[in-house]
């Protein structure tokens, strides 16, 4: 739930999930909505009396996930040799890594084709959800309830929408400003870097 979270608040800051997800605490810099939404869907799944069909479908979807990001890796490692790269590590690894991943996307195929099925229905069942609520530009009554919600969620959960580096810059820049007509820029640095 934890480390799934940040995913969440990740794609809701790019735009790929609703907005309400990319808030933060601002005690805590830990995204909040996203824990309570994470765990209302981990309970919701717990209501199952089949726990090892449940574990199925979220190998599955997991495994070919992580072996589709792998694989575009491997592609861009081959097609832009030269792009800068923050870790570099032996090919073998990820090659490997790829190899297995592979394999647990391939043999539930095979071993139990009806999870596999249900799993794939599952996520495809977020797609008509993403169009919905991100892509397409909803009407102004929809905006309204949206921003009444997001209103609400920040209030509950004591959070912010993170600040972009820009936003930062801009809001850095209007404080030297107004602060250089008075003379106290130097101070206002000083507690900048604090």
């Not at 609520?133 to 993170?162: D, G, M, Y």
């Not at 209007?174 to 101070?187: C, F, I, L, R, V």
Request: glycine share 6%.
């Amino acid at each position: 739930i934890f480390a799934s979270s940040r995913l969440f608040f990740v794609g809701a800051r790019n735009g790929h999930m609703p907005k309400l997800m990319a808030f933060l605490n601002i005690t805590q810099l830990t995204p909040v909505p996203c824990l309570i939404i994470l765990g209302l869907i981990t309970l919701s799944m717990l209501t199952t009396s089949n726990v090892f069909v449940l574990i199925n479908y979220a190998s599955f979807v997991e495994s070919t996930f992580i072996t589709l990001s792998v694989g575009a890796l491997l592609y861009l490692r081959y097609k832009e040799p030269e792009r800068n790269r923050p870790i570099k590590v032996n090919l073998v690894l990820p090659i490997l890594f790829f190899l297995l991943c592979s394999i647990l996307v391939c043999v539930p195929i095979f071993t139990q084709p009806w999870d596999v099925g249900f799993g794939l229905v599952i996520v495809a069942s977020g797609i008509p959800v993403y169009f919905l609520f991100c892509r397409f530009k909803k009407p102004a009554w929809l905006q309204n309830i949206f921003w009444s919600l997001e209103c609400t969620v920040q209030k509950l959960c004591i959070a912010l929408e993170e600040e972009t580096g820009e936003e930062e810059e801009a809001t850095v820049g209007q404080s030297k400003n107004a602060t250089d007509e008075k003379g106290d820029a130097p101070e206002l640095e000083r507690l900048h870097q604090d």
